[in-house]
T-cell receptor
Framework: AQKITQTQPGMFVQEKEAVTLDCTYD???????LFWYKQPSSGEMIFLIY??????QNATEGRYSLNFQKARKSANLVISASQLGDSAMYFC??????????FGSGTRLSIRP | KAGVTQTPRYLIKTRGQQVTLSCSPI?????VSWYQQTPGQGLQFLFE???????NKGNFPGRFSGRQFSNSRSEMNVSTLELGDSALYLC?????????????FGPGTRLTVT
């Protein structure tokens, strides 16, 4: 059965520093996708980045990059040069081939000025 | 291009009543998924529709139902509301279901059951 684990309930980071949000997953399906979403206090879920299980390179989208370590079943999100607007809940999610998306419990990131 | 819209944004209902929530996907998107978000349970998948057919269903009681129309708009219905149904209900759309298709979320409907 698919499972997503985020072990950091909350994190505080100084503005302009880089931050890594941890995510581990478990699946027996060789074909799957990994997603990261940001949820500000307004409640809307914002898609950040996607990594496919067969992708050879780590995904990057602007200041976001996904550190994909397949053998360790790890898909950490790295935010470079953090900004005050990055303060939000961050969710890691996974989807197997034709299955539903499941979400981790989330990490609340707070950026200090 | 307009994003995913959900109506209403806020709703207050009484135990035992029923409620219908609506979701309009991004133009051209044919897959719609629904999620329930609560502080205790986090984000939980309710169901997914594609071409008016339910493709996947989460572990929710039969009081929770949904449907999709030919224009891809979707509705979800909760009958005989319970206090525990108070939650943020999020709808997400994608071009087609599965794989690496990005899901774009709407702003959600915050349901309060009293």
């Amino acid at each position: 059965a698919q499972k997503i684990t985020q072990t950091q309930p909350g994190m505080f980071v100084q503005e302009k520093e880089a931050v890594t949000l941890d995510c581990t997953y478990d699946t027996s399906d060789p074909s799957y996708g990994l997603f990261w979403y940001k949820q500000p206090s307004s409640g809307e879920m914002i898609f950040l980045i996607y990594q496919g299980s067969y992708d050879q390179q780590n995904a990057t989208e602007g200041r976001y990059s996904l550190n994909f370590q397949k053998a360790r079943k790890s898909a950490n999100l790295v935010i470079s040069a953090s900004q005050l607007g990055d303060s939000a809940m961050y969710f890691c999610a996974m989807r197997e081939r034709a299955s539903k998306i499941i979400f981790g419990s989330g990490t609340r990131l707070s950026i200090r000025p | 291009k307009a994003g995913v819209t959900q109506t209403p944004r806020y709703l207050i209902k009484t135990r035992g009543q029923q409620v219908t929530l609506s979701c309009s996907p991004i133009s051209g998107h044919r897959s719609v998924s629904w999620y329930q978000q609560t502080p205790g349970q986090g984000l939980q998948f309710l169901f997914e529709y594609f071409s008016e057919t339910q493709r996947n269903k989460g572990n929710f009681p039969g009081r929770f139902s949904g449907r999709q129309f030919s224009n891809s708009r979707s509705e979800m219905n909760v009958s005989t509301l319970e206090l525990g149904d108070s939650a943020l209900y999020l709808c997400a759309s994608s071009l087609v279901p599965g794989g690496n298709n990005e899901q774009y979320f709407g702003p959600g409907t915050r349901l309060t059951v009293t």
